[in-house]
């Protein structure tokens, strides 16, 4: 079994961070992260929690970059043009700098203000940082890794408030910034001789958003309109800038920057132009070191100095040209967020209300409004076309794409609220159930990330056990005591189990066949025992002492495993004629919260509060070994323990555990940030999986900071310095003042349930932050078998250019290199297939299938890989039916692609039957 699993993917969460059960304060700030666009369009960069989403809307897949923050993340910005570097901002100012492509952390730093905005200059050469009250300018990094690559170009002050918005002019040489002070100010990047900053004012709110126009856009105005007053402005002159500021209460007021223009030259001009030359080249020496980039030349005029916005508007004024309010109710409808297309002079605009506008700029026509969410639009996103817009609610965690000249979602993602409880997989791992504390269940594909349906919501409390009769029908337990089974073709609820007084379920299971359906509750102490096809209630399994913590069935016979609270494990036997037998018992000498069997039914595992896990034989009931993970899975301090993590260590165990596909090892995951494999036979720990390093999660740091902690234990002064509306008051207990009875909550960094796909090539873990998928890395591992120095890849090569396919295969197969094996399954022809494959030994057929699944997930070659797989059914099916055990996981692989391309061609020729339809006629035509 190969363990070179890592993190492939973050599903149950788009966008946001997690909320703690209950809680109504959001655990990042009230506007939440930014979104960011690709520079093609097609991708989105979301944040979420510590983690980056990266969604592909094209190929309609997801995928998480393998980098971490050390707290929720508050702020990303992407290099323009080829998308290099990725930097991120935490709530705490902790920033990385990341080569997105590669997604590997090139350097760490830390700004010293709190960072509300960044976002790099059009050219890419430079990135605008809000820190604090001032403005920091940074040159751009390269992709190398330097001892220090950050370096400041300048630090540009003039506003009282903090900022809150910035934006750069199209050719990188203006700033402008806005902030809590309800004013916003120009800069030059560079220098300029005789340029004052400009600070414009006439807002009564804090700004969210600061836009220039594009200069090319000005100047194509330029060519058809002159004069001084077409646009309502009052000042006269060549228009040379514009720039758009939005406030909170909902006004935005455009702004015109204007120059005189150069009339006739006045004779003193003429005399004085002679003596100005010297002062000519000090401006050009004060360009040159300020880094402006304009030196003169005697071939290159002054003019270049025009070329661009920082020197046109120098002696030149600003003026308000017009002034709209977005709605007349500014107290219920606020402007939380804005994105703006120069290229495109659009402008989108999302409320408080959830609701969102786009407006064309400067006449502030509206093109589009639609009420997205009952929650805040915390942040808006424009991609380059101006074709889709993005958007995020942080309360809800939702991410919504929309497409507003079709006016249709072309994405449209939310999690559970309050996170997720349970999971399961479907028999043929394309599928992940999971309910969550909201009474929910969603289906996610495994293969995109993505939920594509959430079945009506039926449960009225948290879904406790989710669980597949078959690949249609699933299973869910919840806290409101009725167990649900829901329709996978209608997505419906289309029958109910309830028993017959109240009570809670905690605990579900179902038999191989999908005819019998178990539900533990939690008083009283029962088991409750329904016919999945007529939803009647056919016995009840009484005994326990305790709540019915776990259940789970026998892989191959008819028998029932019950774990208690009350320390004991019971197997019943469902099917025997005479009901009243008493089950056999396993004493655990503690409560037990998680059992499992192995996949050959002869071994049953149990886990209890003092972190043991004890195996047992099924048959003679005898204990077969012990395993102690306490010690594996303690760590980590919350904030309100009064002990170390060292001597807390009774409040770890295992509440979930599972065996591989194998049953060589277990799976298991808890109280805790960690998940254990360990394995059976030697009883050792193989390796341990911190499942978060986020530490704006509870549990994460093993040691508190000295600083926060006092004489009444650690002091929670431990807040997103990013929030931009809460003010933060110290919480006393029986305060009148200060104090409105709110009370933050944490979320707990822990495993609810881990879970092994059928396919055994990834397993799945669902924590606070949601479902976290772990697959076998893509780069298969160098695992060379049997060589010989015959046995090179240019050998393999010689043996495909002299058409012996047969030994070109098993010399691939036994470098295990998948470009190399790829390369041979290609190049044989479709008419050898039969004979090759006859030639592959028993020994390399495991690894043959599972390079096939991976050649076949997306090749365009249906046909033709299909014909490799049914020459090895044809060939190799007796053998590999008689060792179905080994095969087993490689062969679920296969079939889960081969089902899903099946998926693939069917909607193709669902959607194009009438075409087909034709062109058959047609060739029928041709033919007769």
């Excluded at 942040?379 to 993005?390: D, F, G, M, Q, R």
Aim: proline residues 3%.
């Amino acid at each position: 079994m190969k363990f070179n699993y890592k993190l492939h993917r973050l599903c149950g969460a788009s966008y946001g961070t997690p909320a703690a059960t209950g809680s109504s304060i959001l655990s990042s700030s009230s506007k939440g992260s930014n979104i960011v666009f690709t520079s093609d369009g097609n991708s989105v960069l979301s944040p979420v929690g510590n983690r980056i989403q990266v969604l592909d809307l094209l190929h309609h897949s997801c995928r998480t970059l393998p980098i971490e923050a050390r707290s929720n993340i508050r702020r990303i910005a992407l290099s323009p043009g080829d998308d290099r570097l990725l930097i991120v901002v935490d709530v705490n100012h902790y920033a990385m700098l990341v080569n997105f492509h590669r997604g590997v952390i090139l350097h760490r730093f830390k700004f010293k203000h709190p960072v509300r905005d960044m976002k790099f200059s059009p050219d890419g050469s430079k990135f605008a940082v809000s820190a604090g009250k001032y403005v920091q300018v940074w040159f751009t990094p390269g992709i190398r890794r330097e001892f220090a690559p950050m370096v400041l170009h300048r630090k540009y002050t003039g506003l009282a408030g903090d900022v809150t918005t910035l934006d750069w002019s199209s050719d990188s040489s203006i700033l402008i910034a806005g902030g809590k002070d309800c004013m916003a100010r120009v800069w030059t990047v560079d220098t300029v001789k005789d340029y004052k900053p400009w600070m414009m004012v006439g807002h009564k709110k804090p700004l969210v958003g600061v836009h220039f126009e594009d200069s090319d856009r000005i100047n194509d105005r330029n060519q058809f309109f002159s004069g001084a007053g077409n646009t309502g402005s009052t000042l006269t002159g060549k228009l040379v800038a514009r720039c758009y500021t939005i406030s909170e209460d909902g006004v935005i007021v455009t702004r015109e920057c204007r120059k005189e223009e150069d009339g006739e030259v006045n004779p003193e001009d003429a005399d004085n132009e002679q003596s100005n030359g010297l002062e000519n080249l000090g401006n050009d020496a004060v360009d040159f070191f300020s880094g402006g980039g304009n030196t003169l030349t005697a071939q290159q005029p002054t003019k270049t100095k025009d070329t661009d916005q920082a020197h046109a508007i120098v002696k030149a004024r600003w003026g308000n040209t017009s002034r709209h309010y977005f709605s007349t109710n500014s107290s219920s409808n606020t402007v939380v967020s804005t994105s703006y297309s120069s290229a495109h002079s659009l402008l989108v605009v999302g409320f408080s209300t959830g609701r969102f506008g786009l407006y064309e700029l400067p006449s502030m026509s509206n093109i589009h409004t639609l009420s997205l969410s009952h929650s805040t639009i915390g942040t808006v996103s424009i991609n380059p076309s101006a074709e889709w817009l993005a958007f995020g609610c942080p309360k809800t965690q939702q991410l919504l794409i929309w497409e507003w000249r079709s006016e249709s979602y072309i994405l449209k993602q939310s999690g559970h609220a309050y996170g997720m409880r349970c999971l399961a997989y479907s028999p043929d791992g394309i599928v992940v159930a999971t309910g969550g504390e909201d009474g929910t269940v969603k289906l996610w594909n495994s293969h995109s990330g993505f939920c594509y349906v959430t079945l009506p919501k039926s449960h009225t409390a948290a879904v406790t056990a989710v669980e597949f009769a078959n690949s249609t029908v699933v299973l869910s337990a919840s806290l409101d005591g009725t167990v649900r089974a829901h329709d996978l073709h209608r997505y419906r609820n289309f029958k109910t189990y309830t028993s017959d007084t109240p009570c809670q379920f905690l605990s579900m299971a179902v038999d191989k066949s999908g005819e019998i359906v178990c539900a533990g509750s939690a008083e009283p102490f029962r088991v409750c025992v329904w016919s999945v096809q007529t939803g009647k209630l056919t016995d009840v399994l009484t005994g326990h002492l305790g709540p019915i913590s776990g259940l789970a069935f026998h892989p191959i016979r008819g028998t029932l495993a019950s774990a208690s609270w009350d320390g004991s494990v019971k197997v019943w036997d469902l099917y025997k004629s005479d009901g009243g037998s008493a089950p056999e018992t396993f004493e655990n000498g503690a409560d037990v919260v998680c059992l499992a069997f192995r996949p050959d039914g002869n071994q049953i595992c149990s886990g209890n509060i003092r972190g043991l896990l004890r195996l047992w034989n099924v048959d003679d009931g005898r204990l077969i070994c012990e395993i102690d993970g306490q010690k594996d899975i303690k760590g980590g301090r919350k904030l309100n323990d009064r002990m170390t993590s060292d001597n807390n260590a009774a409040s770890r165990y295992f509440t979930s555990i599972v065996y591989s596909a194998d049953g060589t090892c277990l799976l298991a995951g808890g109280n805790s940030k960690y998940v254990c494999i360990y394995e059976i036979s030697q009883q050792i720990l193989l390796k341990k999986f911190q499942i978060s390093f986020n530490r704006s999660l509870d549990g994460v740091l093993d040691e508190l900071h000295s600083k926060n902690l006092g004489d009444g234990g650690p002091l929670d002064d431990e807040h997103d310095s990013a929030d931009d509306e809460v003010n933060f008051a110290p919480h006393l207990p029986g305060a009148k003042r200060a104090d409105d009875g709110s009370r933050k909550s944490r979320v707990e960094v822990l495993t609810m349930q881990v879970a092994f796909s059928p396919t055994g090539r990834e397993w799945s873990t669902v924590s606070g932050e949601g479902l976290h998928v772990y697959s076998l890395d893509d780069d298969m591992i160098f695992d060379p078998i049997a060589l010989t120095e015959a046995v090179t890849p240019s050998a393999v090569q010689v043996n495909l250019k002299n058409r012996k396919y047969g030994m070109a295969l098993s010399m691939s197969l036994h470098l295990n290199e998948f470009a190399l094996v790829k390369t041979v399954i290609e190049d044989t022809p479709y008419e050898s297939i039969s004979a090759v494959v006859r030639s592959v030994g028993q020994a390399h057929l495991n690894q043959l299938i599972q390079f096939l699944s991976k050649c076949m997930e997306d090749s365009p070659h249906v046909e033709y890989y299909l014909q490799w797989c049914l020459a090895l059914l044809q060939t190799h099916g007796i053998f590999m039916e008689k060792n179905r055990g080994k095969f087993l996981r490689s062969f679920r692989a296969l079939f889960r692609v081969v089902q899903s391309r099946y998926a693939d061609v069917k909607s193709i020729c669902d959607d194009n039957k009438y075409s087909l339809e034709f062109l058959e006629q047609q060739a029928n035509l041709l033919l007769g």
